[in-house]
């Protein structure tokens, strides 16, 4: 059985090779991003509770709190009060903007390939289209050519 360092990077090399074959899916990427984002929540949700009881009597406002900073809403209706809890706030703070700039980094690259692709291919029809059109005019005048002599 792999190892988690082994999964992940099976899982990483997967997402990689998905990317580059045809362009992440705007669908695929935002479901994996929501994955991402769930994960984080629960994750940080149960360590802010661990590290700041206090600020957080339960798991369930650890994972509002979370939620809201990961999603950089921030209402600020509960704030971790501890210096542990704070540097655990500076971590999901940082992931969030991370994060939300590798949502917006896939999504827009997911629609710029999508868009060249098209581009692509309308390109390569309009030059079959031309290609074709100099071959007869090629053949006419090789028939021409052949009926002068």
């Given amino acids: 059985m792999a190892d988690a360092p082994d999964r992940r990077a ?3 090399e997967r997402i990689r ?3 580059e074959r045809g362009g992440m899916r705007p669908r695929y990427a935002a479901g994996l991003i929501a ?3 769930l994960a984080a929540v629960i994750a940080f ?8 009881e206090d600020s957080f009597p339960t798991v369930w406002l650890g994972m509002w709190w979370a939620l809201q ?3 950089t809403v921030g ?8 210096t542990e809890g ?6 999901v703070l ?14 827009t690259s997911a629609f710029v390939a999508r868009a060249q692709r098209t581009i692509r291919t309308a390109s390569d029809e309009e030059l079959l289209a031309e290609i074709k059109e100099l071959r007869a005019e090629v053949g006419r005048l090789s028939e021409l050519v052949e009926d002068r002599r």
């Fill in 10 to 12: 099976e899982f990483g």
């Fill in 17 to 19: 090779e998905r990317a």
């Fill in 35 to 37: 994955s991402i984002w």
């Fill in 45 to 52: 949700g149960i360590v802010e509770h661990l590290v700041d």
């Fill in 69 to 71: 900073t990961v999603t």
């Fill in 75 to 82: 209402y600020g209706d509960v704030v971790p009060a501890s």
């Fill in 86 to 91: 704070r540097v655990v706030a500076s971590l």
């Fill in 94 to 107: 940082l992931g969030g903007l991370a994060l939300l700039s590798v949502v917006t980094a896939t999504i």
